[in-house]
């Protein structure tokens, strides 16, 4: 039987839209135990990547899941690693945890993300349109 992870339980949530996902429908559509299901859901919430809202449904106190527009993961594109350094890099054998080169201490790889992060919200501002006025 293959592991349910958190990204199977966010898409399914994800799918549910704006209707939200009551938290025993997420452990029916991922065939697995209550127990799992709610974990599952409390690390999704804890990371911020969904929100619990509590709910009687038949008699019983439940959660019902939403995910926050906000927060959504997005999918990697190839494109938007375009001139990571990671690729280019010459110390990429040496570099990993416990190691002296890492991505936690790379400057290049660290001034190629804010790059990425400027760019990102450079492209949400372009693209939001001004509300209409009364």
Request: aromatic share 6%; charged share 30%.
């Amino acid at each position: 039987m293959r592991r349910v992870t958190e990204k199977d339980a966010y898409e399914v949530i994800r799918t549910a839209g704006s209707k939200g996902l009551l938290q025993s429908d997420l452990w029916r559509s991922l065939n697995t135990s209550s127990r799992e299901g709610s974990r599952i859901a409390t690390k999704l919430e804890r990371k911020g990547l969904v929100r619990r809202s509590k709910e009687l449904c038949e008699g019983r106190w439940t959660y019902r899941l939403y995910v926050d527009e906000k927060t959504q993961i997005s999918e990697v594109l190839w494109c938007t690693l375009d001139e990571c350094p990671c690729f280019t890099c010459l110390n990429l054998a040496q570099c990993g945890q416990g190691h002296s080169i890492a991505p936690t201490n790379c400057l290049p790889l660290d001034q190629w993300l804010v790059v990425q992060v400027k760019n990102g919200n450079d492209a949400v501002e372009d693209s939001e349109e001004p509300s209409p006025s009364n």
